[in-house]
T-cell receptor, first 113, second 116 residues
Framework: EPEVTQTPSHQVTQMGQEVILRCVPI?????FYWYRQILGQKVEFLVS????????KSEIFDDQFSVERPDGSNFTLKIRSTKLEDSAMYFC???????????FGEGSWLTVV | DAKTTQPPSMDCAEGRAANLPCNHS???????VYWYRQIHSQGPQYIIH???NNETNEMASLIITEDRKSSTLILPHATLRDTAVYYC?????????????????FGQGTILTVHP
């Protein structure tokens, strides 16, 4: 069964460093998402992406965050200057053409020290 | 998106049916009911969704009341591996332009514990 894959599975970074989280959505999907989950808290929406542009973003997704689909297969989330409070599990998701179902990857665990 | 209300936790014996309730009394006509689950901080896993008719797939059944103000997810024969947080989410469906599917907004969900 096709799946969303994410790399790295776990990354430790120093505060202030740039981080890029990578995702390979399911082939032929058109809509892409990033969510995050701080330990012990809810899964929170960050951003949705369609037709090579951001279609919606949350308050969390400030100027430190950016997304890109550089080559038609990868979908990346960049955090320009990480803060301690960015420590979380980041989930990538993609949505099928029919728009019915969003499928999530297994997540990238980011620890900022 | 409309808000949903779920019990914080439920228990179920292995092999029995698990019935997880969800209230969504402010649901709109173009909003679907989705169920996802999350096992131990893994990525949320899609289970099932519906608009107004009852739905069944290989994982579960979804029963939506006629007024659409509540629904029940049924796992017919729960196993220990079904222990997870179950999320009931109301999501805007396709609009006139065909691209206006809403995002998923997760609440706290129901922690289902299946015990031997």
């Amino acid at each position: 069964e096709p799946e969303v894959t994410q790399t790295p599975s776990h990354q430790v970074t120093q505060m202030g460093q740039e981080v890029i989280l990578r995702c390979v959505p399911i082939s032929n999907h058109l809509y892409f998402y990033w969510y995050r989950q701080i330990l012990g808290q809810k899964v929170e929406f960050l951003v949705s992406f369609y037709n090579n542009e951001i279609s919606e973003k949350s308050e969390i997704f400030d100027d430190q965050f950016s997304v890109e689909r550089p080559d038609g297969s990868n979908f990346t989330l960049k955090i320009r200057s990480t803060k301690l409070e960015d420590s979380a599990m980041y989930f990538c998701a993609s949505q099928d053409r029919a728009g019915n179902t969003i499928y999530f990857g297994e997540g990238s665990w980011l620890t900022v020290v | 998106d409309a808000k949903t209300t779920q019990p914080p936790s439920m228990d179920c014996a292995e092999g029995r049916a698990a019935n997880l309730p969800c209230n969504h009394s402010t649901i709109s006509g173009n909003e679907y009911v989705y169920w996802y689950r999350q096992i131990h901080s893994q990525g949320p896993q899609y289970i099932i969704h519906g608009l107004k008719n009852n739905e069944t797939n290989e994982m579960a059944s979804l029963i939506i009341t006629e007024d659409r103000k509540s629904s029940t997810l049924i796992l017919p024969h729960a196993t220990l591996r079904d222990t997870a947080v179950y999320y009931c989410i109301v999501r805007v469906g396709r609009g006139a332009g065909g691209t206006s599917y809403g995002k998923l907004t997760f609440g706290q969900g129901t922690i289902l514990t299946v015990h031997p």
